[in-house]
């Protein structure tokens, strides 16, 4: 079995009335190449006529994000174009590359209307040679990502990028990321196997579950040694959960705000090359 290294809990980090947890930077662990952060945003309820998400216009460079939308929506837009509304059960994988400016708020309905929200996003860097990548966006709603069902229905996994097994993800990206996210009923299990040079990332949202024999309850990261490859994983009650892995980059990583990028100079630029309106400009 792949050893674990540690369990860490999420910090409590509410943004206005958003409740945000957020699972990596934290004192104990500054991230696991190439997966740079997680910000977990609710379980909360937004009453009618309510404001919605606060993420209005805002730059980035040098990295990727991956957004699950497991309650409420999120209305995106970015100046590469991309424009999208997606719901509960949906995802949006963003490459900032090179540079733009998005927004991601809640849809004009969510904030009339009010209900349930519940929203994480996970930044993975990117490698030096695909920093000044052109930017990309993919909207993929529920009905668009493959499930593979294990354990006799117990465990049903959403193939999101890259692949499991044999399904190939709808979302193939610049790293060879793969990324899942598991539904697990209670008492229900799945093992899988990840060559030990990778590195792991595992986030219980949701519920308790045991992995490789230890307890990780909801809102913990599971943090993992580079030592054997087999990953157990026991439902010890209904559980949500984000898996992935990936080859580390090995590479310097310098990040200022909404930049990540190899050095500091890399970053000067980023700022001027926003404030010179290279990453687009917002109406």
């Known amino acids: 079995m792949r050893k674990i290294k540690?369990?860490?809990?999420?910090?409590?980090?509410?943004?206005?009335?958003?409740?945000?947890?957020?699972?990596?930077?934290?004192?104990?662990v500054e991230y696991i190449d190439p997966f740079l952060f997680l910000n977990h945003h609710g379980p909360q309820v937004y009453k009618a006529g309510n404001r919605g998400l606060p993420f209005g216009p805002h730059p980035h460079r040098g990295f990727?994000?991956?957004?699950?939308?497991?309650?409420?929506?999120?209305?995106?837009?970015?100046?590469?174009?991309?424009k999208d509304i997606i719901e509960a059960g949906g995802v949006q994988w963003m490459?900032?590359?090179?540079?733009?400016?998005?927004?991601?708020?809640?849809?004009?309905?969510?904030?009339?209307?009010?209900?349930?929200?519940?929203?994480?996003?996970?930044w993975f860097n990117l490698p030096?040679?695909?920093?000044?990548?052109?930017?990309?966006?993919?909207?993929?709603?529920?009905?668009?990502?493959?499930?593979?069902?294990?354990?006799?229905?117990?465990?049903?996994?959403?193939?999101?990028?890259?692949?499991?097994?044999e399904v190939q993800a709808p979302i193939q990206n610049l790293s060879d990321i793969h990324i899942v996210?598991?539904?697990?009923?209670?008492?229900?299990?799945?093992?899988?196997?990840?060559?030990?040079?990778?590195?792991?990332?595992?986030?219980?949202?949701?519920?308790?579950?045991?992995?490789?024999?230890?307890?990780?309850?909801?809102?913990?990261?599971?943090?993992?040694d580079n030592e054997g490859k087999e990953v157990k994983v026991e439902a010890s009650e209904d559980a949500y959960i984000l898996f992935g892995h990936a080859q580390p980059f090995n590479e310097p990583v310098v990040?200022?705000?909404p930049f990540v990028m190899n050095t500091e100079e890399?970053?000067?630029?980023?700022?001027r090359d926003y404030q010179m309106g290279k990453m687009g400009s917002w109406d």
Do not use: C
Not at 186 to 196: M, S
Not at 202 to 215: A, D, H, P
Not at 266 to 271: D, L, S
């Open 128 to 165: 030096a040679q695909h920093k000044m990548t052109s930017p990309k966006y993919i909207g993929l709603q529920k009905d668009k990502i493959p499930v593979v069902e294990l354990d006799n229905g117990k465990v049903r996994v959403n193939v999101i990028s890259g692949s499991w097994g």
């Open 64 to 82: 990727e994000t991956l957004t699950f939308i497991l309650d409420g929506d999120i209305m995106h837009q970015d100046t590469g174009g991309g």
């Open 181 to 224: 996210s598991i539904e697990l009923q209670k008492v229900g299990e799945f093992v899988y196997n990840i060559p030990a040079e990778r590195n792991i990332f595992f986030y219980v949202v949701r519920g308790t579950v045991k992995v490789n024999g230890q307890t990780a309850e909801k809102l913990t990261l599971v943090e993992f």
């Open 95 to 122: 490459t900032a590359g090179s540079g733009l400016i998005h927004a991601e708020v809640s849809s004009d309905k969510f904030k009339q209307e009010g209900g349930p929200l519940e929203i994480l996003q996970l």
């Open 6 to 28: 540690k369990l860490h809990k999420a910090v409590y980090a509410p943004m206005d009335d958003l409740v945000t947890y957020r699972a990596i930077p934290t004192r104990e």
């Open 255 to 257: 990040s200022h705000g």
């Open 266 to 271: 890399e970053i000067h630029q980023a700022f």
